[in-house]
């Protein structure tokens, strides 16, 4: 079983920045990708960003690009999300989620991950 824990978030102004964490219970190399979601009141959850672990392959939402980074130290079991010119629409709660396995699977599709873990908090005024 492997388990998530997200940390960073908290509130900043229009045009602020905030760098999320991950800590992953089990080494990153074990995994087969790992992505950032978040989920706005009353919206669905949408994809931010997506990493293939072997390889290191990114890929990002299109409102993410240009102003937000996915990056990882394996040493310390960590994924990372650097937000920077962070607006309204940013707001929500982040979620880092991994999965194991390349069965029938879409980097950026919430369904196609196992692990989640519980959020951070975004907000942006």
């Known amino acids: 079983h492997v388990q998530l824990v997200e940390s960073g978030g908290g509130s900043v102004q229009a045009g602020g920045s905030l760098r999320l964490a991950c800590v992953v219970s089990?080494?990153?190399?074990?995994?087969?990708?790992m992505a950032w979601f978040r989920q706005a009141a009353g919206k669905t959850r949408e994809a931010v960003a997506g990493?293939?672990?072997?390889?290191?392959?990114?890929t990002y939402a299109d409102s993410a690009k240009g102003r937000f980074t996915m990056s990882r130290d394996n040493a310390a079991n960590t994924l990372y999300l650097q937000m920077d010119n962070l607006n309204p629409e940013d707001a929500g709660v982040y979620y880092c989620a991994a999965n194991k396995f390349a069965l029938l699977f879409k980097l950026l599709a919430p369904s196609s991950y196992t692990y989640w873990g519980p959020g951070t908090q975004v907000t942006v005024s």
């Open positions: 990493m293939y672990i072997r390889g290191g392959v990114k």
């Open positions: 089990t080494a990153i190399s074990d995994l087969y990708a």
